[in-house]
């Protein structure tokens, strides 16, 4: 890998490195329990993405930080969601959630992918119930009588990186393990261009819903 | 392998395409309808302070009328009884004897008072007059009033060359002023009062000051709900799109400001009347 591939490379974990440190004024004033929530989300991604980095480097296998990181990332996004949404019915859906998902990401781990090679099945389930529970906040948006614009509304921001962060990386994660064993220098090309641009923009978008409003106290 | 690799890709970024599609449009749809919801607000918030302001003229214009009539009714009717009555006891103390021509003398002295109270009253409530006399004089003219019942001294100040404001406008003036004036009579224990006029093109202040017992005042606390007088000034001020302001401490009296720039008003034009 040339010093450009290795650049490419670590810029995620710079804009993820940036997101958590801006996410860290949430915790200077008065915010909601869900923004401190995404708060801590931010930090725990940039504290295990870096691990992740430095094991990749030293040309060491890093997906089983990832496989166990992404159950908890999963778990921990829908009960911000849980915190942030108001119907009852989407609520009731991230409890059994949280069921399904734990149990049959032990089954996954167990009968069908091992930790040590990525686990996509829960990638994309976790992934695609993300992209719901997005969906469901933005139409809770667009019902919503609250006199506020949305541009002011951090969640606004989160959801909209979220939505285009699954929206586009699922299918290529869904696909990832036929394609790394089929087309690996595609896959690696596309994980490194592509995957890590909706990454960027990802946390992109959270430092703006950072930074969209200095108070927090409307929002509670 | 090639070709396969080639349908891969395809399927790859085609669903990825239309996953992003989608979102945009949603993320779109949202920003439209928000700004959509926003205008509606706007319209209904604009409809509702047209509806607000036309309620209020109506109440004012009925008030006005109602005023000119009393005035009439008080200078015709009252003030020409008064005046036959003046007329008999005249004849009356010229024929009378020493003391009750004497009597007759004090009752006439005491009817003539009366008779020039009534007049001041009946002018100070008479649209036509205060517009004849103009907002200066008017307001003299209320402090003259105040001065002669001797439970006050009066001290009127007038800087800027005075310039006619529209009739209605000058009317919402004089009515303020006249109920600022009340206030003080009524509850600020006061024994002087100062009210001053600046005329500074396009813009006119009017402020009435007082020595009385003042009062706490919560503007944010829902303002003058229980202050009709103050709810009065605050709305009429509203009307001609003035700011109205009150400044009062507890034993050190209150001073109450009227700031309209002229051009500012949308009320008054053309279409309007």
């Not at chain 1, 859906?93 to 032990?106: M, N, P, Q």
């Amino acid at each position: 890998m040339d010093t450009f591939d290795q650049v490419i490379s670590f810029l995620p974990l710079f804009f993820i490195g940036l997101a958590a440190l801006l996410s860290i004024r949430v915790f200077l004033g008065e915010s909601p329990r869900s923004l401190r929530m995404f708060a801590q989300l931010c930090i725990i991604t940039f504290l295990v993405e870096l691990p992740g980095h430095l094991i990749k480097e030293g040309q060491n296998p890093n997906h089983w930080l990832y496989n166990i990181f992404h159950i908890f990332y999963y778990i921990y996004l829908a009960s911000i969601f849980y915190q942030q949404l108001k119907n009852e019915w989407i609520k009731i859906s991230i409890s059994v959630f949280y069921i399904v998902f734990i149990l049959f990401a032990i089954y996954n781990t167990l009968f069908l992918q091992d930790l040590f090679s990525l686990q996509t099945y829960p990638l994309v389930i976790g992934g695609a119930f993300s992209i719901f529970l997005s969906g469901a906040y933005f139409w809770e948006l667009f019902t919503s009588t609250d006199h506020e614009s949305i541009t002011r509304d951090p969640f606004f921001w989160f959801t909209f990186g979220l939505i285009l962060y699954f929206g586009g990386t699922l299918p290529f994660l869904g696909m990832f393990n036929y394609m790394s064993d089929n087309f690996y220098d595609f896959t690696v090309f596309y994980y490194r261009y592509f995957s890590n641009a909706f990454s960027i923009l990802l946390n992109i978008l959270i430092m703006i819903g950072f930074l969209c409003r200095k108070s927090y106290q409307r929002l509670s | 392998m090639q070709e396969k690799l080639s349908e891969v890709v395809l399927i790859l970024i085609s669903s990825t395409l239309i996953i992003l599609i989608l979102i945009i449009l949603i993320v779109a749809a949202l920003f439209i309808s928000q700004r959509r919801r926003f205008r509606h607000r706007q319209e209904l918030s604009e409809l509702k302070n047209v509806y607000e302001r036309e309620v209020l003229k109506t109440q004012l214009e009925t008030q006005a009328q109602t005023f000119e009539t009393i005035s009439q009714e008080l200078h015709d009717n009252v003030g020409t009884l008064i005046s036959i009555a003046l007329v008999h006891i005249k004849t009356m103390a010229a024929s009378a004897h020493e003391t009750a021509s004497k009597n007759i003398l004090e009752a006439n002295k005491t009817l003539d008072e009366a008779l020039g109270i009534l007049r001041d009253i009946s002018r100070s409530i008479n649209p036509d007059h205060i517009q004849k006399m103009g907002l200066s004089q008017s307001i003299r003219n209320e402090l003259e009033r105040l001065k002669r019942t001797k439970m006050f001294t009066t001290e009127y100040q007038c800087t800027g060359e005075e310039f006619a404001l529209e009739p209605q406008r000058q009317m919402i003036f004089f009515r303020i002023a006249q109920e600022a004036l009340n206030n003080v009579i009524k509850h600020a224990q006061a024994t002087h009062i100062t009210v001053s006029l600046k005329f500074n093109r396009p813009l006119i202040e009017l402020s009435v000051q007082d020595n009385g017992k003042g009062f706490i005042y919560l503007p944010d606390q829902g303002g003058f709900v229980n202050q009709s007088g103050l709810a009065n000034m605050t709305k009429r001020a509203k009307l001609m799109n003035a700011i109205f302001s009150i400044k009062s401490e507890l034993g050190k009296g209150t001073l109450l400001q009227l700031k309209h720039h002229e051009p500012q008003d949308q009320y008054f034009d053309e279409k309007h009347i």
